[in-house]
């Protein structure tokens, strides 16, 4: 079972940039599949980026040219990195992992951050 925890959100000023961490308890070997996620107040969980076990990525449309997902599997963790933040970018974000285990998939969340574009 792997447990994730999420890191680098906080205040920026429009046009400014956050890197997030979301690191994972275990090892990433059996994870096929990882995104990031957001949620504004009042709002439904969207889909930021996506990122595949074979490296493929795809990004909502709000955010191409702005986000860059990537990850480190010597360290279990996933960054998402965001540029030119837009006040409509406030939101907590989310890191999902799908594992395949034994047949199984399952998949996990971390605790969210959250993230602050205000001038």
Excluded at 40 to 62: D, W
């Amino acid at each position: 079972q792997l447990q994730l925890v999420e890191s680098g959100g906080g205040l920026v000023q429009p046009g400014g940039s956050l890197r997030l961490s979301c690191e994972a308890s275990g090892s990433m070997v059996n994870v096929y599949a990882m995104g990031w996620y957001r949620q504004a107040p009042g709002k439904r969980r969207e889909l930021v980026a996506g990122l595949g076990s074979g490296g493929s990525t795809n990004y909502a449309g709000f955010v191409k040219g702005r986000f860059t997902i990537s990850r480190d599997n010597a360290k279990s963790t996933v960054y998402l990195q965001m540029n030119s933040l837009k006040p409509e970018d406030t939101a907590v974000y989310y890191c999902n992992m799908a594992e395949l285990r034994d047949g199984v998939s399952t998949g996990y969340w971390g605790q969210g951050t959250q993230v602050t574009v205000s001038s």
